[in-house]
């Protein structure tokens, strides 16, 4: 493949994961609301006004409308271009990883839908089962598919036979969540993460194998280190309140890209 070449690739994988981005918007606005995903088009959520295609194009249309309604002039969340330069950013990432095969095409679902739940818990603290189930499923599939016709799919890293990964992925991430969940619970009679990030880490796993064990260590690191951050800047300090579920989503993207060897490393300082 010539330079050329390749630089309209990444372009053109770019511009998609631009443009699915501005549907995830759709979506993450929308979905936990209970609205249709298709019907109105896209509008403003202050004045109602029919968003204008120049005014839709990905990240371009929030610089040179300055964050404004072209109508009414409220206020459009900054959220809108980073949710869409972070949809291109995973679809080249996802592509820097597996190029333009099958196991790369799951990967960009795997990741797309992660943004979504992402930011689906950072507004409303929930992870939608639907989604969840969704993510899960496409997992499922991918790890049949790959048992089936021998190509690899699903999971996403490690070698063995898919759906033995896939399932032990599940049932490991999950299992471990929950029983962590469950000792957390019973010493400090509050709930520490909830059965969403459980179920989060069982459709992880389906798409990381036994590695979605490792996105709970990453996640709860990061978590962490957020937490204090945020804790001492808050007044209710520690006891704020935060999603786990971007954490889960942002660790499963680092497994994904560097599972085995961030294994390797551990297990050399571990001798």
């Known amino acids: 493949m010539s330079d050329t070449v390749a ?3 990444v372009a053109a994988v770019f511009a998609f994961g631009l443009v699915f981005g501005s549907f995830a918007n759709v979506v993450i606005w929308r979905f936990p609301r209970g609205e249709s995903l298709s019907h109105p088009g896209s509008h403003c959520p202050a004045c109602g006004a029919a968003v204008r295609w120049y005014d839709n194009v990905p990240v371009v249309s929030w610089l040179v409308l300055r964050g404004r309604c072209r109508d009414c002039a409220s206020a459009i969340s900054v959220r ?14 996802a592509f820097a990883l597996f190029g333009l095969t099958g ?9 797309y839908l992660l943004l979504i739940l992402a930011a689906i818990d950072l507004d409303t603290y929930r992870l939608p089962n639907a989604l969840v189930a969704l993510l899960g499923a496409v997992g499922a ?4 598919t790959a048992a089936v016709t021998g190509v690899p799919l699903v999971p996403l ?3 063995g036979s898919p759906l033995v990964l896939a399932l032990g992925g599940a049932v490991a991430s999950a299992g471990l969540a929950l029983g962590i969940a469950l000792a957390y619970a019973g010493v400090r009679k509050r709930e520490g993460f909830g059965m969403g ?5 069982a459709a992880i796993g389906v798409f990381l194998g036994l590695y979605g064990v490792m996105v ?10 957020v937490g204090v951050v945020h804790g001492v800047r808050s007044e ?6 935060l999603p786990f579920g971007p954490y889960l989503a942002l660790g499963a993207v680092i497994v994904t890209a560097a599972g085995p060897a961030l294994w390797s490393w551990y297990a050399g300082l571990m001798g």
């Not at 209710?236 to 309140?241: E, Q, S, Y």
Request: no cysteine.
């Open 103 to 111: 196991r790369g095409a799951f990967a960009v679902l795997f990741f």
């Open 80 to 93: 809108y271009p980073i949710v869409e330069l972070a949809s291109g950013g995973l679809w080249l990432l």
């Open 7 to 9: 630089g309209l690739v």
């Open 197 to 201: 990030d459980v179920k989060l880490l």
């Open 141 to 144: 599939a991918g790890a049949a």
């Open 216 to 225: 709970l260590f990453i996640a709860s690191v990061l978590g962490a280190v």
């Open 236 to 241: 209710r300090g520690l006891l704020a309140k």
């Open 157 to 159: 890293v490690g070698n």
